[in-house]
Structures are given as C-alpha cells and as structure tokens.
C-alpha cells in the first residue's frame, strides 16, 4: 500500500540555519504531495502542496520539490526562524483514490534555537 | 467565515464506554473525513462521508462508526472503547473532488480512556 516515510523525528537548527526535512513516499500511482504543519493544541494546516511531478510548492519561504525519480519531497528553508518551530507532516493522496484521503508520515518536529 | 468545528474539545471515558464526536465542516464544504491521531503519530485515516453515505474505510474496526447528517455535520461513534482508542481525533473537510481538494482540519477531540 501507499506510504510517507520522514526520516528525522526532530530537527534543531538555530535562527538563520538553513533546513532541510525529508520526506520519500511509496505509491504505484501518480500522488499529489503536500506538507501539513501543526501546532500545540490546533489540528493540521495545509503548508504546501504539489500536484505533479516536477512541480514546486512554496509557502512563506519553504519550498519542496516533486521528484518522481527519487519518490521525494524534501521541505527546505534558506533561513529558518523560531517562529517555524512546529511539527510538520509530508502527507501524499494517492490518484487511485477519488476521495482525496491523506497518507501521513510520523512528522518531523522542528524546534529552532533563538 | 468559521472552519472546521469539533466538539467537545476533551473527553475522558473508561474502557467498555460509547462515545460520540461532531464536527461541522468549513463553510462550503460537501465532504467530511475523519482521522485519528496518536500522541507523536501523525493522522491515520478512519472513513470519508459523502452524501450522508461513508465513501471509503481505513484499517479500522466496525466499533468505529460515523454519520452525516443533510447540513454536511458529521459524527464519530467509537464502541466498547479500548485503552488503545486514547488519541486525537480530527475531523477535515473539503469540497467532493478527491486529491485535487485540500483538506482543511479542525483542531480535534483529546478522547483520554482511563
């Protein structure tokens, strides 16, 4: 079946360091890729997303690209800021389903140091 | 313009209890999924409700059970709960159009099972 691995389960960086979080995905289809981001006490918010491969999604400064040929989806960050700590989920929703069900990783929490 | 809604925010039950959940979708939105998230998990998919009718099913018992009512709210029913069953619960809706539709998630129930 369709799976989300996140290889790292916390990441300290400090202020201005820059990030990297990775995430590889199993499919036999042609998923969408998204990463989620939670915070204490909220449920999970869209972060970015990526409908197809090659694609790019951006979002205040984050950007992950599609990679068909490396099942990817790595989170990166030129410059990260205290006020990124979070966890954060790489999420796929396989074509094969038409109900847009989300497959999660385990999440990478990030904790940047002032 | 309010989100996803979730009620109650907290819930303590003992194993061998019903329980039941609700959750009123985001404005607009035709479709209601819920998912249940384990403390440092991320969200595993339970079902997705439709039309009043469960479109798709995760690995999850039949003490799992949900409705949809004709305004698009949604309940959650957990039977003859287990000390497994403690997590969070997190409802997300969507406009019916499968991968193409991001989800947007409410903030969860904490159900404690003592």
């Known amino acids: 079946g369709d799976s989300v691995v996140q290889t790292e389960g916390q990441v300290l960086p400090s202020e201005g360091d820059s990030l990297i979080v990775n995430c590889s995905y199993e499919t036999t289809q042609y998923p969408s890729l998204f990463w989620y981001v939670q915070y204490p006490g909220e449920g999970p918010q869209l972060h970015l997303k990526a409908m197809k491969a090659n694609d790019k999604g951006r979002n205040k400064g984050f950007e992950a690209m599609y990679r068909k040929e490396t099942t990817s989806f790595h989170l990166e960050k030129d410059s990260v800021q205290e006020s990124d700590s979070a966890v954060y989920f790489c999420a796929l929703s396989g074509s094969s389903s038409n109900t847009g069900k989300l497959i999660f990783g385990q999440g990478t929490t990030l904790q940047v140091k002032p | 313009d309010a989100g996803v809604t979730q009620s109650p925010t907290h819930l303590i039950k003992t194993r061998g209890q019903q329980v039941t959940l609700r959750c009123s979708p985001k404005s607009g939105h035709d479709t209601v999924s819920w998912y249940q998230q384990a403390l440092g998990q991320g969200p595993q998919f339970i079902f997705q409700y439709y039309e009043e009718e469960e479109r798709q099913r995760g690995n999850f018992p039949d003490r799992f059970s949900g409705h949809q009512f004709p305004n698009y709210s949604s309940e959650l029913n957990v039977n003859a709960l287990l000390l497994g069953d403690s997590a969070l619960y997190l409802c997300?809706?969507?406009?019916?159009?499968?991968?193409?539709?991001?989800?947007?998630f409410g903030d969860g129930t904490r159900l404690s099972i003592l």
């Open positions: 997300a809706s969507s406009l019916l159009g499968g991968r193409d539709q991001p989800q947007h």
